[in-house]
T-cell receptor
Framework: AQKITQTQPGMFVQEKEAVTLDCTYD???????LFWYKQPSSGEMIFLIYQGSYDQQNATEGRYSLNFQKARKSANLVISASQLGDSAMYFCAMRPIYNQGGKLIFGQGTELSVKP | DAGVTQSPTHLIKTRGQQVTLRCSPK?????VSWYQQALGQGPQFIFQ???????QRGNFPDRFSGHQFPNYSSELNVNALLLGDSALYLC??????????????FGSGTQLSVL
């Protein structure tokens, strides 16, 4: 079965510090895509970063980077220099390559709170 | 450039009623997916529409149905509402038949409460 696990229900970080949000996944597919989305209180899911299972390098997008360890089936999100506006729910998601459709499998999410 | 828009933003229904939620995709997008997000949970895939046809479906009963119009907008219909249908319903849009790395653009959702 395909599954995303986020074991941190809530996290606190001091403004300007870095924080790592954990994500592990379970799939038997040889190829897949991994995503991180941010969901502020407004409800909209905002795309942050993507990592393909065959990508040689870890993905980076501005202050976001993805620590991808394929053998451990983990895809942790690192946010550098946290800002107050980073306070939100963060979801890790996976799309199996066979799917090639709209289906993303999401984890339970981690609520991040940035302290001033 | 308008993003994904959903209406209404909030809705209150009673058990047994029927509800219709609406979604307009981001400009240039032709594919719409629907997700259900229960309180404290991650979103769960309901189904996807492309070229006015349901292309994929998640593990949801037939009470959940949808439609896509020629202008690519979409509706989600839920019949015989149950208390457990209370959730945030998210619409996501994208262009064409998705590559693995294609990101979805989400709307702000419709909060449905079933009493």
């Amino acid at each position: 079965a395909q599954k995303i696990t986020q074991t941190q229900p809530g996290m606190f970080v001091q403004e300007k510090e870095a924080v790592t949000l954990d994500c592990t996944y379970d799939t038997s597919d040889p190829s897949y895509g991994l995503f991180w989305y941010k969901q502020p209180s407004s409800g909209e899911m905002i795309f942050l970063i993507y990592q393909g299972s065959y990508d040689q390098q870890n993905a980076t997008e501005g202050r976001y980077s993805l620590n991808f360890q394929k053998a451990r089936k983990s895809a942790n999100l690192v946010i550098s220099a946290s800002q107050l506006g980073d306070s939100a729910m963060y979801f890790c998601a996976m799309r199996p390559i066979y799917n090639q459709g709209g289906k993303l499998i999401f984890g339970q999410g981690t609520e991040l709170s940035v302290k001033p | 450039d308008a993003g994904v828009t959903q209406s209404p933003t909030h809705l209150i229904k009673t058990r047994g009623q029927q509800v219709t939620l609406r979604c307009s995709p981001k400009s240039g997008h032709d594919t719409v997916s629907w997700y259900q997000q229960a309180l404290g949970q991650g979103p769960q895939f309901i189904f996807q529409y492309y070229e006015e046809e349901e292309r994929q479906r998640g593990n949801f009963p037939d009470r959940f149905s949808g439609h896509q119009f020629p202008n690519y907008s979409s509706e989600l219909n839920v019949n015989a509402l149950l208390l457990g249908d209370s959730a945030l319903y998210l619409c996501a849009s994208s262009w064409g038949h998705l590559a693995t790395n294609e990101k979805l653009f989400f709307g702000s959702g419709t909060q449905l409460s079933v009493l």
